[in-house]
């Protein structure tokens, strides 16, 4: 069965750091990209960050990009969020999400349960 | 710029047929398009990839019930017998450079 568990979700001030970790099962995780989604409280889905299968290639959203960094290591078939410099406004559900193949850009077919990010004083 | 655009709300009866809409910005009415299912208080579920050829692929286990189909620019997730289970927020999603997309979601009543 395909799996994928977020942890590492919390309570974290404003300008703090926290580090989020998807571990994944049930499939051949080097094969396939990887991306990070969040969803505000009462808001819409909002992309965050994407890496291709290999780990050589990535990408950000502008809202984050500088403070936070993706990573993987196929080798613990586990995708990570670093996130720094956190805001208010990054307050959210944040999930991992499988891509259908390899490059960064496809459909996501397989979704984590989420882990919950709270910035706040 | 790559901009996906859904209607806030939609509603339909129970047992009946419902059709939402997934607008792509101009010049890219070629997109290949996702939609996911979202129900209250649960993560997102992929339900289908839709291409602009007519070809697409559905997630494990969705019901023959959900299809999709397009026109131009706009792609129809379209959903008959409509179940209680049905009420859900559906977002489109897309992709371009190294970019993903989401439309602001559409939320299905099941009246």
């Known amino acids: 069965e395909v799996q994928m568990l977020e942890s590492g979700g919390g309570l974290v001030q404003p300008g703090g750091s926290l580090r989020l970790s998807c571990a994944a099962s049930?499939?051949?995780?080097?094969?396939?990209?990887m991306s990070w989604v969040r969803q505000a409280p009462g808001r819409g889905l909002e992309w965050v960050s994407a890496?291709?299968?290999?780990?050589?290639?990535?990408y950000y959203a502008d809202s984050v990009k500088g403070r936070f960094t993706i990573s993987r290591d196929n080798s613990k078939n586990t995708l990570y969020l670093q996130m720094n410099s956190l805001r208010a406004e990054d307050t959210a559900v944040y999930y991992c999400?499988?891509?259908?193949?390899?490059?960064?850009?496809?459909?996501?077919?397989?979704w984590g349960q989420g882990t919950m990010v709270t910035v706040s004083s | 710029q790559l901009v996906v655009t859904q209607s806030p709300s939609a509603s339909a009866s129970l047992g009946a047929s419902v059709k939402l809409t997934c607008t792509l910005s101009?010049?890219?009415?070629?997109?290949?398009i996702a939609w996911h299912q979202q129900q209250p208080e649960k993560g997102p579920r992929y339900l289908m990839k839709?291409?602009?050829?007519?070809?697409?692929s559905k997630g494990d286990g969705i019901p023959d019930r959900f299809s999709g189909s397009s026109s131009g620019a706009e792609r129809y997730l379209t959903i008959s017998s409509l179940q209680s289970e049905d009420e859900a927020d559906y977002y489109c999603?897309?992709?371009?450079?190294?970019?993903?997309?989401f439309g602001g979601g559409t939320k299905l009543t099941v009246l």
């Open positions: 999400a499988k891509t259908g193949r390899a490059h960064a850009l496809d459909a996501f077919d397989i």
């Open positions: 049930g499939f051949t995780f080097s094969s396939y990209a």
């Open positions: 890496i291709s299968g290999s780990g050589g290639s990535t």
């Open positions: 101009s010049g890219h009415s070629t997109y290949a």
């Open positions: 839709f291409n602009s050829d007519g070809s697409h």
């Open positions: 999603q897309t992709w371009v450079s190294g970019i993903q997309v």
